[in-house]
């Protein structure tokens, strides 16, 4: 009886969002009827975006997918420095962070990547493209520096963005070399002693042939948490970056783009403050207690009376190195064009030092996690428009992962085994290697029908087989507790169906159904508690959109209901555990698969042209998450019934709005810009089902409001700006991590900056 409810409650639902996506342009049609009239207004089409959603430059009007696109110039008006940024402007879209610019995890229609961030081989549960080359696998952040446009499409986006785009995709497109000489830099200072500069230089090397483009970034900052330890340091950090770019163009209908990309990050800790929430096995490490709101202060409090002080008495150093080569060639023929794009990425995962958190010598670690990744793709696709448009291809690919472990006992360690005497310093605690690979092969093709000018259907189908392998070994007190040797290949068939109605220029109306897979794979270690194999997830996703202009263009609106429907739910299972049999310390390190999970909701977002000198947008979704059968969840060693409960990552409601107003001013134009963003409750963390009871936060990430303020004077040349984030220093975190942290689980505390930049360009 609760199924059928839960099918028609679902029907009503889908029902709803067609009536109401339907009614948003009717409601219109008188606007649109009165807006024939000439405007001396400029039309917002001169500030078109075109997409590649689909593989072919659309305008993101004619596009019938729920997509978010940011332009260059609106990433450089809000200041966008990385995901969080842009996210930010994208409804139902949230976000985790694992204490460190490129540990960061997105969830889009709470369907987020629910995996272990330090897995050898790094699965998502979406896509993220950089110029079409996949680099999921090798990062979550990469160069924000000199883009054309990021491209965020909630939904599955299985036909064209492949494997583990169950969720979504994240199409980051690079500005490309032109033939003519130009460039800019920047510099800019602000909070915390943070320096940044960034610059791009073109220069066209053989007239009409060969032209260079180079970008790049530097970064340095005393961080805004201080380590009150007479070692002294805190989250520091270092970030540089650059990418060059090399477009030859041989023919008239052959261009071919070859980059290359690199990214270094270090940090002097996790950026996290205690909360004094000890879960069960440290808590009864460090104080022969159960869970709970335990922990020693230690000299510096909790979260949120204390936002910027650690304690911890060994220097740690966290963070990552990234690289990738690839190569983009597109050949028109006329009516058919080919695009093939390969590349090859490199990462480094890196965590040093104290991992206790205190200012007792306890534990320290070593972490190094290498990551590889090689794939390829090629692509037949018409040109133009025609009765039929198509495309069909085919990726290859293969993913490796090593990780070499280790925690150590320090000299005040509480485990220290007794044949030791008391002293263990150096003695490994818990360790584990690793080396995993992942190799892939997908044909896909898409068509679109086009019965007449304003009604068309589409359908698309991925074939896709997948294999993967691990060799791993876990240790406690230098005892083999598990080896493992294990493989386990994978097929799928996904499709897509659409149905677009264009009933008038500027008016569409669309309708989806579409299937999303992610590979199932095999544990990195051995356990009692989970199978030797985990399942594929997959998920259905049906939605209604409609998208249309008034006020001659310059008012643009997209409106989506949508529902999902999700099968086999990846869920990591990572928690740390005294075997009282032989009093060592464990670790559950894998992944289990709940039965079956729903998302359904409402995206609504516009644009807005004002008056020639103001412009306004907005964004809202609403999503409603739950696990519709999940009886057997393993949350810190204790199985859960989590039927009925919401997912993590996923807050039931986000909004956003920015405006701009701009006036002359002396050859300048002056701006003045405001940002506001809006983001309820969310569980951040699993553990939040078991400890609920005990403690709802830290692990139930509070709802906030954000408001940024931005200032400015610029020209074709110069261009001088001032802006405040978090304006009104609202108190929030995005997520909780957990470690053997003595004084509790840790948060990364929002924080307020004032800055200032200077830019010059040529």
Request: net charge negative; with cysteine; glycine share 10%.
């Amino acid at each position: 009886m609760r199924s059928y409810t839960r099918h028609v409650l679902a029907r009503r639902f889908l029902a709803g969002s067609a009536l109401a996506v339907l009614a948003s342009p009717l409601l219109a049609m008188p606007a649109l009827a009165q807006d024939e009239a000439p405007s001396s207004a400029p039309a917002a089409a001169s500030t078109d975006i075109l997409v590649t959603a689909q593989r072919r430059s659309e305008s993101i009007q004619d596009v019938p997918i729920a997509i978010t696109a940011i332009g260059g110039e609106q990433l450089k008006d809000q200041n966008v420095r990385g995901v969080e940024d842009f996210f930010a402007m994208t409804p139902n879209v949230a976000f985790q962070s694992n204490g460190a610019r490129d540990r960061k995890d997105l969830a889009i229609r709470g369907i987020s990547n629910q995996l272990n961030p330090y897995a050898d081989v790094r699965q998502s549960s979406y896509a993220f493209y950089i110029d079409e080359f996949s680099v999921a696998s090798g990062t979550s952040n990469p160069q924000i520096v000199d883009l054309e446009r990021i491209e965020v499409l909630r939904g599955p986006q299985g036909t064209y963005f492949g494997r583990n785009a169950v969720g979504g995709a994240i199409n980051v497109v690079t500005r490309k070399p032109v033939n003519e000489f130009e460039g800019n830099a920047e510099i800019g200072y602000s909070s915390f002693d943070t320096k940044r500069a960034q610059g791009v230089l073109n220069v066209p090397v053989i007239d009409g042939l060969l032209a260079v483009r180079a970008s790049g970034q530097y970064e340095k900052s005393d961080g805004y948490i201080h380590n009150v330890n007479p070692i002294g340091g805190g989250n520091d950090s270092k970030y540089y970056t650059g990418r060059i770019e090399a477009r030859l163009t041989p023919l008239d209908n052959l261009t071919w783009d070859f980059t290359y990309s690199y990214s270094n990050e270090k940090n002097g800790m996790r950026a996290g403050v205690p909360t004094g929430f000890v879960t069960r096995t440290w808590a009864s490490v460090y104080y022969g207690a159960s869970a709970g709101m335990i922990a020693d202060a230690d000299g510096v409090g909790f979260y949120p009376e204390n936002t910027n002080e650690v304690n911890f008495d060994r220097p740690q150093e966290v963070g990552s190195k990234f690289q990738y080569l690839s190569t983009h060639a597109v050949w028109d023929f006329g009516p058919v064009e080919a695009t093939l794009v390969a590349g090859h990425l490199t990462s480094d995962l890196y965590n040093y030092g104290d991992v206790d958190g205190g200012s007792y010598d306890y534990f320290y670690e070593d972490l190094l996690l290498k990551r590889k990744s090689t794939s390829g793709e090629l692509r037949l696709q018409s040109t133009g428009s025609h009765v039929f448009d198509w495309s069909v291809g085919t990726s290859v690919g293969k993913d490796s992962g090593r990780m070499d472990q280790s925690t150590y006992h320090g000299a005040d360690s509480p485990l220290c085994p007794s044949s030791y005497n008391g002293s263990c310093e150096g003695l490994e605690v818990t360790g584990a290697d690793s080396h995993s690979t992942s190799r892939y092969f997908a044909m896909f093709g898409q068509g679109t029908l086009n019965f007449t000018d304003t009604l068309s259907a589409t359908a698309g189908l991925r074939y896709s087989w997948e294999k993967v392998t691990n060799v791993s070994q876990s240790r406690s007190n230098a005892i083999v507790t598990g080896n493992n040797d294990r493989s386990a290949d994978f097929e799928d068939l996904s499709p897509k169906f659409t149905l677009t109605y264009r009933p008038q220029p500027g008016l569409m109306v669309y309708a989806t159904a579409s299937r999303g897979f992610k590979s199932g794979g095999t544990q990195t270690s051995n356990s009692d508690q989970l199978s030797n194999e985990f399942k594929p997830e997959t998920l259905w996703n049906y939605e209604v959109g409609t998208k249309f202009d008034l006020l001659d263009r310059r008012l643009r609106v997209d409106v989506t209901g949508f529902y999902m429907d999700w099968s086999n739910v990846q869920q990591t299972i990572r928690f740390q555990y005294i075997d009282e049999s032989t009093g060592l310390l464990k670790g559950v390190s894998g992944i289990a698969n709940a039965a079956s999970a729903e998302s359904y909701g409402v995206e609504a977002s516009f644009n807005a042209q004002i008056t020639p000198r103001w412009t306004l947008a907005g964004q809202l979704g609403y999503n409603k998450t739950k696990y519709k059968d999940y009886p057997n969840a393993l949350i810190d060693n204790t199985v859960l019934d989590l039927s009925g409960q919401a997912l993590t990552s996923a807050p039931e409601w986000t909004a956003g709005a920015q405006s701009q107003y701009t006036v002359p001013l002396g050859g300048f134009d002056a701006f003045g810009r405001v940002e506001w963003n809006f983001r309820s409750k969310m569980i951040s963390n699993p553990y939040y089902y078991l400890y609920k009871d005990v403690a709802g936060e830290p692990f139930l990430s509070p709802s906030y409001h954000n408001v940024n303020l931005r200032v400015g004077i610029e020209n074709e040349t110069y261009r001088l700006v001032g802006y405040v984030e978090n304006l009104f220093k609202a108190n929030y975190y995005a997520s909780a991590y957990e470690k053997a942290f003595y004084s509790g689980v840790q948060v990364e505390p929002s924080f307020r900056e004032f800055g200032v930049s200077f830019g010059y360009s040529f």
